[in-house]
């Protein structure tokens, strides 16, 4: 069966977890995973202010997940701290417009026509990019174009022959193997096939090296913005799958950042918050913030 390219590659960043421990402060019940005490969102916003990256895993259509991440940034620039915001929502080949926009050179209207902002953006990414360039902070644009990486998952990797190096990660470590293939195939439902293709990858392989690509590419702007702005935080806005338990763009992060203090945040929609499953919050992330899933949407 054929699957629609685009429909596959949305569900690597929608794929989100299932819970761990709680406390809430307004909507939002944050939890801190190691001691399972439910915190108040303040309390964590102060934790996660010594960190150099921060990563906020999210589900990218729930309403409240957009208005813990708004909460979140704007405490960290009420408390003082430089930040950095770099978003899997925006592709390296647009960061110009978006320098000329953080620095308050482009109208919004020109930005949004050459940015190609993702169609919740107005809704849920402009707030962030809003809070940023009050605080004039940098904003950074971490993924890889679509484009490319919808050929890497058509043709392999013999498709970045054509592609500016400036536009993805220059180091890439992606064999098909380890805890995150077998999740990232477990999340595809076998839906990539097991036939090889030309170059001996199978499907499952190349929609995965897309995947990889995004990582290493969001992992090497993150490196950048921290070479860039060493005294600053790196707040990294990603779809869950791409973080949770630490994989993903989070060890090739660590990677490259060794000594990095790194923290993770998982945003959870659910029916109620205060009743949510706890089940292997631990392995998810540092904290997981539960907020109420908007009425109609699938729990996860």
Not at 11 to 40: D, W
Not at 277 to 291: C, G, Q, S
């Given at each position: 069966?054929?699957?629609h390219?685009?429909?596959?590659?949305?569900?690597?960043?929608?794929?989100?977890?299932?819970?761990?421990?709680?406390?809430?402060?307004?909507?939002?019940?944050?939890?801190?995973?190691?001691?399972?005490?439910?915190?108040?969102?303040?309390?964590?916003?102060?934790?996660?202010?010594?960190?150099?990256?921060?990563?906020?895993g999210?589900?990218?259509?729930?309403?409240?997940?957009?208005?813990?991440?708004?909460?979140?940034?704007?405490?960290?620039?009420?408390?003082?701290?430089?930040v950095?915001?770099a978003?899997?929502?925006?592709?390296?080949?647009?960061?110009?417009?978006?320098?000329?926009?953080?620095?308050?050179?482009?109208?919004?209207?020109?930005?949004?026509a050459r940015?190609?902002?993702?169609?919740?953006?107005?809704?849920?990414?402009?707030?962030?990019?809003?809070?940023?360039?009050?605080?004039?902070?940098?904003?950074?644009?971490?993924?890889?174009?679509?484009?490319?990486?919808?050929a890497?998952?058509?043709?392999?990797?013999?498709?970045?022959?054509?592609?500016?190096?400036?536009?993805?990660a220059?180091?890439?470590?992606?064999?098909?193997e380890?805890?995150?293939?077998?999740r990232?195939?477990?999340?595809?439902?076998?839906?990539?096939?097991?036939?090889?293709a030309?170059?001996?990858?199978?499907?499952?392989?190349?929609?995965?090296?897309?995947?990889?690509?995004?990582?290493?590419?969001?992992?090497?702007?993150?490196?950048?913005?921290?070479?860039?702005?060493?005294?600053?935080?790196?707040?990294?806005?990603?779809?869950?799958?791409?973080?949770?338990?630490?994989?993903?763009?989070?060890?090739?992060?660590?990677?490259?950042?060794?000594?990095?203090?790194?923290?993770?945040?998982?945003?959870?929609?659910?029916?109620?918050?205060?009743?949510?499953?706890r089940?292997?919050?631990?392995?998810?992330?540092?904290?997981v913030?539960?907020?109420?899933?908007?009425?109609?949407?699938?729990a996860?």
């Amino acid at each position: 069966m054929r699957v629609h390219l685009t429909a596959l590659l949305a569900l690597f960043c929608l794929a989100s977890a299932r819970p761990a421990s709680s406390q809430t402060t307004g909507a939002f019940v944050a939890v801190h995973t190691r001691s399972g005490h439910t915190i108040p969102f303040a309390q964590m916003v102060d934790s996660l202010a010594l960190h150099d990256v921060v990563f906020l895993g999210e589900q990218h259509d729930d309403p409240q997940t957009h208005q813990a991440q708004e909460a979140l940034l704007r405490m960290l620039g009420e408390r003082g701290r430089d930040v950095v915001l770099a978003m899997e929502m925006f592709e390296r080949d647009v960061q110009p417009v978006l320098n000329e926009y953080a620095a308050g050179r482009l109208s919004e209207s020109d930005f949004m026509a050459r940015a190609r902002p993702w169609p919740n953006y107005a809704s849920d990414y402009r707030p962030l990019v809003e809070i940023a360039r009050r605080n004039r902070w940098p904003v950074a644009a971490s993924n890889v174009p679509r484009s490319v990486a919808s050929a890497v998952s058509r043709g392999g990797w013999a498709a970045l022959d054509t592609v500016p190096p400036a536009l993805v990660a220059a180091e890439r470590r992606c064999a098909p193997e380890g805890e995150y293939f077998r999740r990232f195939g477990e999340a595809m439902g076998g839906m990539g096939g097991h036939g090889a293709a030309a170059g001996g990858e199978s499907p499952l392989e190349r929609f995965y090296a897309a995947q990889c690509l995004k990582d290493e590419t969001m992992a090497e702007s993150i490196h950048r913005a921290r070479q860039t702005w060493p005294e600053r935080m790196v707040v990294h806005v990603n779809g869950g799958f791409h973080s949770e338990r630490r994989l993903g763009v989070v060890e090739r992060t660590a990677r490259r950042l060794p000594a990095a203090r790194i923290a993770t945040v998982l945003m959870v929609p659910v029916p109620d918050p205060e009743r949510a499953d706890r089940t292997d919050a631990a392995a998810l992330a540092d904290y997981v913030v539960f907020t109420r899933a908007k009425r109609g949407s699938a729990a996860p």
